[in-house]
């Protein structure tokens, strides 16, 4: 099965929870929890869940699990959809780049 990865800049203790793209192609994830005990990354995973409409199972947390910067793998992603679903799923945004493993 595919997967792709994406970078993201998280910012805990927002005053929302909002997902967009950053410049360089990244993903800006925004959550209003705070980065104690492994809350904010659940809540991460749980709002990039709802964003792509896929499974939390399916959003793994491969690099930055303490830090600012990460880098998410998501399963199951198949390659057309891998490359169209920003459009669809981000209608406000122009590109996000995937990168397929």
């Known amino acids: 099965m ?9 910012k805990p203790g927002s005053r929302q929870n909002t997902v967009s793209l950053r410049d360089d192609g990244s993903l800006d994830v925004r959550v209003s929890s705070q980065p104690v005990d492994g809350k904010a990354n659940t809540h991460v995973i749980k709002l990039l869940s709802e964003t792509f409409h896929i499974p939390k199972s399916a959003i793994t947390i491969i690099h930055g699990a303490s830090g600012k910067d990460k880098l998410v793998e998501i399963d199951g992603m198949e390659k057309d959809v891998m490359y169209f679903s920003p459009i669809i799923l981000f209608p406000k945004l122009s590109v996000i780049r995937f990168r397929r493993f």
């Open 2 to 10: 595919a997967s792709c990865r994406i970078s993201l800049r998280v």
